[in-house]
Structure formats: structure tokens, C-alpha cells
């Protein structure tokens, strides 16, 4: 038997049962993103209006590609959970469940086509 008081068994739990680690998982991408995507746009800018051989040079090169390459995995995963946010809100049912998983599925794809792109390029 446990005398525990209600705020007790709430205490971080949130509406979901995981509202907090979704919230740090939020907050954590948010403030990478904060230093990644002015250095992806600096990156990407200086790569810009060269040959198609002085663009395979500039990502072939360490920096440039994995600056794209980190950039792109967490903005598509932050949008994906903030996707998952807005369905799990808004959507109730076998149609959340459907939903839910092909935001993940476009997700992964995503991420998957853009480093394969990004592979090509480098190598």
C-alpha cells in the first residue's frame, strides 16, 4: 500500500506520462541548432557560386560536410517530434497511430536520402 499524495504521483510526469523528456529532448536540440544553423548557413554560403568541381571540392572537405550533415539530422528530428507534438494533440485514434508513423517513416527517409546526397557529394 502507498500513501503517496497526488502531486506526488504526478510530479514530472506530465499530461503524456513523458512531458519532461520530451521537453529536455526539445530543449537540448533547440540549443544546438542555435550555433548549427548560422554556421550551416555560413558554410553553405561560402560553397555557393563555384564550378560543380569547386563545389565537390569545398564538401568534400571535412568542415563543410559534416556541419551539413549534423545540421540536417537535428532540424529533421526536431521537426519530426514537434510533428509528433502537434498529432498527438490535434489527432485521436487509429488515424493518430497512422499518422504518427509515417511522420516517423518521412522522417528517417529524409535523413537517410539527405546523407546518401551528402556521401555522394563529399566522396
Same mark, same amino acid.
Given at each position: 500500500?502507498?500513501?503517496?499524495?497526488?502531486?506526488?504521483?504526478?510530479?514530472?510526469?506530465?499530461?503524456?506520462?513523458a512531458?519532461?523528456?520530451?521537453?529536455?529532448?526539445?530543449?537540448?536540440?533547440?540549443?544546438?541548432?542555435?550555433p548549427l544553423?548560422?554556421?550551416f548557413?555560413?558554410?553553405?554560403?561560402?560553397?555557393?557560386?563555384?564550378?560543380?568541381?569547386?563545389?565537390? %571540392?569545398?564538401? +568534400?572537405?571535412?568542415?563543410?560536410? @559534416?556541419?551539413? /550533415? &549534423?545540421?540536417?539530422? #537535428?532540424?529533421?528530428?526536431?521537426?519530426?517530434?514537434?510533428?509528433?507534438?502537434?498529432?498527438?494533440?490535434?489527432?485521436?485514434?487509429?488515424?493518430?497511430?497512422?499518422?504518427?508513423? %509515417?511522420?516517423? +517513416?518521412?522522417?528517417?527517409?529524409? @535523413?537517410?536520402? /539527405? &546523407?546518401?546526397?551528402? #556521401?555522394?557529394?563529399?566522396?
Amino acid at each position: 500500500m502507498q500513501f503517496l499524495t497526488d502531486r506526488k504521483r504526478a510530479q514530472g510526469l506530465g499530461a503524456g506520462g513523458a512531458g519532461t523528456h520530451h521537453h529536455w529532448q526539445m530543449i537540448v536540440s533547440s540549443i544546438c541548432l542555435v550555433p548549427l544553423v548560422p554556421l550551416f548557413i555560413i558554410t553553405f554560403g561560402l560553397g555557393l557560386g563555384g564550378t560543380q568541381e569547386e563545389v565537390l %571540392a569545398y564538401f +568534400a572537405r571535412p568542415f563543410p560536410a @559534416i556541419v551539413t /550533415g &549534423l545540421t540536417l539530422v #537535428v532540424v529533421i528530428l526536431h521537426l519530426m517530434h514537434e510533428a509528433q507534438v502537434a498529432i498527438e494533440d490535434y489527432m485521436h485514434g487509429v488515424a493518430e497511430k497512422l499518422a504518427l508513423i %509515417a511522420v516517423s +517513416a518521412f522522417s528517417y527517409t529524409l @535523413i537517410a536520402a /539527405g &546523407l546518401f546526397a551528402l #556521401v555522394k557529394l563529399a566522396l
